[in-house]
């Protein structure tokens, strides 16, 4: 429990008096209190104490004499003197072991809150050499007597994982913890669960094994429990995956009651449950009556949550806009209750807009409708602006309503107020782009407000209708001359939008609007300085200049329709979500890793790894010293490469692999092999097509390209290759390259040139971004001094080093010694059979020059194997890899560290190509 520090003093008044300034001399005064032989002057004395310490000032100096003070029956004394200890612990490290004995004295106390007391300081203090001490009173708790102990010793045993994770395993107090589930108290079972959920949040792994009969004590305990253990029982229920349908439907009839509880938290994790074991029973057959059933019983609770405190109301709106996505039919009927009150925060108003979005139809529009037309005479600007862009959604989404919508946007413009009319301007060009050719008829009123359009977006809006529809617009060259009055001072976006709208009015009618589209591309390529500006202007020049039937293609042609997917979520991302409801993943609408930084400052694996090489290394001595044929070389000529956990064998010159002819990888089953992708097409390469790839031969990078002439009268012989500053430093050893025998019509042909990283064609990666993996490549045609150019996708693994095996200490310190931060993670699924066999994956990658360092079983994971490889770029760049295998699933896990943040994305995706292939 908290030590409390209210009652009366001597004097009268409350314990604030304590927090009074000191007079001079105060450290001397409260040391000599503190010796007192008066109890209650020594009680005062740790008061003052405690009271500098939370207002930030050093009382350390006091420790003696404050531990002196732990030998008392007083328990309010014991509880001011251990809140001292657990604060400065760390900083008198040394001190604090002198309380050791108190603290094993105190966890045999005859008072049931005294040894709960001393287990639950000493599991706060995060001193290393206490947590040995910790063990034996730790233990004793877990099965004392006293469920008031044994719920305190169970919360202990996640705060003694987190400081020493190996000390619990060893000690079997995760077993201890999964039999306090069985306890007969329900506070016990709630707090054994919160720890072994606390452990598994912590490691990364499966801690809480459900079985049939915990499952029924999980159950059972709901009832009595605090509503804190109830949460902490149903994430945990919401994690479990029921064996069949039945079972779900029977698990949800007893956490259904949950719904009608008073506390938020609680509704909210029973209805995590409930979404959950849904999916497991499906919607169709015999249980669609049960789903409408549990669809009909959700909607109350979440409609009581918005009759909350604002904060709660905004977090419950934040869950059941993920919830609506899922399955919105649960709400379709209760669209009022989102409608939003006057004194509702802003903040709450604007996720409520979002969910009257996802459950407008076509039943309930016309309402909607009112009400949104309603806010938009609000006084807040923000609100306004999304109102008025909520009544475009409706429109985008509503086909049969479309009309209606818009005839309420032609009333908010009536209305002249700025921001409205700007705002009604920016979603009639969305409605516009949703149903093409019409609602045309209403442009003469968006012209008529031209003038109080004084917003980037706005403005770029209305110049994206004047140019789509200039034919129709009988001044539409006049509108834009307008705009063009001040180009220079335009936004970016208004001047892209003036580029493309002056040349579609310029295709659309050349006779009147040459002289403005002249302008518009002088002012674009020669007095600009923006390069998506500049690049635009010289392509629209270069596509007008050469074939105008071409630029209309390009420019007029026909555009997908637009659909309102505005905030909607992947179907995956979704499904996470889904199953973190009310935690702090449900309110960002982000997965935990996105911002969870976890303690310690290294991957949950970390623990573990240490100790599982050191294991293998343990294997490997004792079949070192057991081998009798092997003799002292050992060396079987017919090891098929990497099997078991024996060391990494040193790389050979070529291209890393075994030079040894009997050896498994000398073969070419895993040599590594070009992926060609089509980069250019006959129709700009003077008629001939050409693919390209790249790999790497002997530990040569090479680019390999494939040549087919399909309409040049020239044979294609010698051609010339430029590459453009790139990401990886890449530049042609030579830049001639010959086709013998020429390549003729019809023909096809291939010609590799040899790479080399040089530090001047090193492109800068822009600070925060990831490297593209884009190489720019220029060709000539020496025989038609035809020019092409063109953009190939690098590699990455063609940069992998043959010298980049590290060995395990190294490894493991390189691991550790890399900001968690610094991580990437991703699943690959639908792996092939082979990319599953670990064996088979050390052959493959090694060809790639990826080196095995350990492999390990995953404790407490029956199936999951963790295997562990290194990589290095020929430029000096480490990778670190972690993949989990878990037996009959056709995926894996990876993750990646790097000190080269910009390049692990790329080295990611190597691993995971890698696997596929």
């Known amino acids: 429990m908290a030590p409390t520090l209210g009652g009366k003093g001597d004097s009268g008044g409350s314990d604030s008096r304590f927090f009074t300034t000191q007079k001079k001399g105060e450290m001397h005064e409260l040391r000599m209190e503190l010796h007192s032989t008066d109890r209650t002057a020594k009680v005062d004395a740790v008061k003052k104490v405690i009271a500098s310490m939370t207002v930030g000032k050093d009382v350390s100096m006091l420790f003696t004499d404050v531990l002196n003070c732990v030998q008392t029956g007083n328990i309010e004394l014991k509880k001011l003197v251990y809140l001292y200890l657990i604060n400065y612990a760390k900083s008198q490290p040394e001190l604090t072991l002198l309380a050791v004995n108190t603290f094993v004295k105190d966890a045999n106390d005859p008072n049931p809150l005294i040894r709960a007391l001393a287990v639950r300081t000493m599991g706060c203090i995060r001193v290393d050499r206490i947590t040995e001490y910790l063990c034996e009173p730790l233990s004793r708790a877990l099965r004392d007597e006293d469920p008031y102990v044994r719920k305190t010793a169970a919360v202990c045993v996640a705060k003694l994982y987190d400081i020493a994770p190996g000390l619990v395993q060893e000690r079997g107090f995760l077993e201890v913890l999964h039999d306090l589930i069985s306890d007969s108290n329900p506070s016990v079972v709630a707090n054994g669960v919160a720890a072994l959920s606390e452990i598994a949040e912590t490691s990364g792994r499966d801690v809480m094994k459900i079985s049939a009969a915990v499952l029924q004590k999980l159950l059972a305990a709901l009832n009595e429990c605090t509503e804190w253990g109830q949460v902490f029982i149903l994430d945990s229920l919401a994690k479990y995956t029921p064996a069949d349908a039945r079972e779900a439907e029977g698990i949800i009839e007893r956490v259904t009651p949950r719904l009608q509880h008073a506390n938020s938290a609680v509704v909210m994790s029973a209805v995590k449950v409930i979404l959950a074991y849904m999916e497991v029973m499906g919607s169709s057959g015999a249980n669609a009556d049960a789903i409408r059933n549990l669809t009909r019983k959700l909607a109350p609770p979440l409609v009581t949550l918005l009759n909350s405190e604002p904060e709660i109301q905004y977090v419950a709106l934040r869950n059941i806009n993920l919830i609506v996505q899922k399955r919105p039919n649960i709400l379709e009927d209760e669209i009022r209750v989102f409608f939003c009150k006057y004194n509702d925060p802003i903040y709450v108003k604007m996720e409520k807009l979002e969910i009257i979005i996802k459950l407008v139809s076509e039943k ?49 413009i009536q209305t002249k107020v700025n921001y409205v009319v700007q705002e009604s301007v920016i979603v009639i060009k969305d409605i516009f782009r949703r149903y093409p050719n019409r609602y045309e008829s209403i442009i003469a009123t968006l012209c008529d407000n031209l003038d109080t359009l004084d917003e980037p977006l706005a403005k770029a809006s209305m110049i994206w209708i004047i140019g789509e529809y200039a034919e129709r617009i009988d001044n539409a060259d006049e509108l834009l001359e307008t705009f063009l009055e001040t180009f220079e001072e335009e936004d970016p976006a208004v001047q892209l939008q003036l580029l493309t709208a002056t040349v579609k009015c310029f295709l659309k009618n050349p006779e009147d609007t040459q002289d403005m589209v002249q302008r518009v591309l002088d002012l674009a390529t020669e007095e600009s300085d923006n390069p998506d500006l500049r690049d635009r202007g010289f392509i629209y020049w270069r596509l007008l200049s050469t074939d105008p039937e071409a630029a209309k293609m390009v420019v007029l042609g026909d555009k997908p329709v637009i659909e309102d997917d505005t905030y909607k ?22 997965p935990p890793e996105a911002f969870v930084v976890r303690a310690h400052g290294r991957s949950a694996a970390d623990a573990d790894l240490s100790e599982g090489i050191e294991e293998e290394d343990e294997d490997e001595d004792y079949e070192d010293e057991n081998d009798v044929e092997g003799g002292e070389g050992g060396v079987d000529l017919l090891d098929m490469g990497g099997m078991g956990i024996s060391e990494p064998k040193a790389a050979a010159p070529g291209g890393g692999l075994d030079a040894d002819i009997f050896g498994g990888d000398g073969g070419n089953e895993y040599e590594p092999k070009t992926v060609f992708s089509k980069v250019c097409t006959a129709d700009k390469a003077g008629g001939v097509d050409i693919l390209a790839g790249f790999r790497q031969v002997n530990s040569t990078i090479k680019m390999e390209m494939e040549f087919s002439n399909v309409s040049s009268e020239v044979p294609v012989s010698s051609l010339a290759i430029q590459l453009n500053k790139n990401a990886f430093g890449l530049s042609p050893a030579s830049q001639q390259i010959t086709c013998n025998p020429p390549i003729s019509i019809g023909e096809s042909g291939r010609s590799e040139v040899e790479l080399v990283v040089t530090p001047a064609m090193l492109a800068p990666v822009p600070a925060g971004q990831p490297a593209t993996p884009q190489v720019q490549v220029a060709i000539k045609n020496m025989a038609t001094s035809n020019v092409f150019y063109f953009a190939v996708n690098f590699n990455f693994e063609a940069l992998f080093a043959a010298n980049g095996a590290l060995d395990r200490t190294a490894f493991i310190d390189a691991w550790k010694s890399i900001d968690d931060r610094k991580e990437l993670y991703g699943t690959v699924s639908d792996l092939p059979p082979s990319s599953t066999d670990i064996e088979q994956i050390q052959k493959k990658f090694k060809a790639n020059n990826v080196f095995f360092i350990a492999r390990r079983p995953v404790p407490n994971a029956e199936g999951q194997e963790v295997v562990y490889f290194s990589m290095k770029t020929v430029t000096g760049m480490e990778f670190l890899a972690e993949l989990t295998f878990k037996q009959g699933v056709n995926a894996c896990k990876v993750c990646l560290k790097t000190e080269s943040a910009a390049y692990g994305v790329l080295a990611k995706l190597a691993l995971e190509n890698l696997l596929r292939n």
Request: proline share 1%.
């Open 364 to 412: 309930n529009i016309d309402k909607v409708l009112l009400e949104l037309k309603e806010y938009a005479t609000e006084v807040d600007v923000d609100f306004v602006r999304k109102s008025v862009s909520a009544i475009g959604r409706c429109a985008v989404k509503l086909e049969r309503a479309a009309e209606r919508c818009i005839g309420v946007l032609l009333e908010l």
């Open 569 to 590: 979520l992947e179907p995956n991302l979704l499904n996470v979500l889904i199953g973190q409801i009310a935690t702090l993943s449900s309110v960002y609408h982000k």
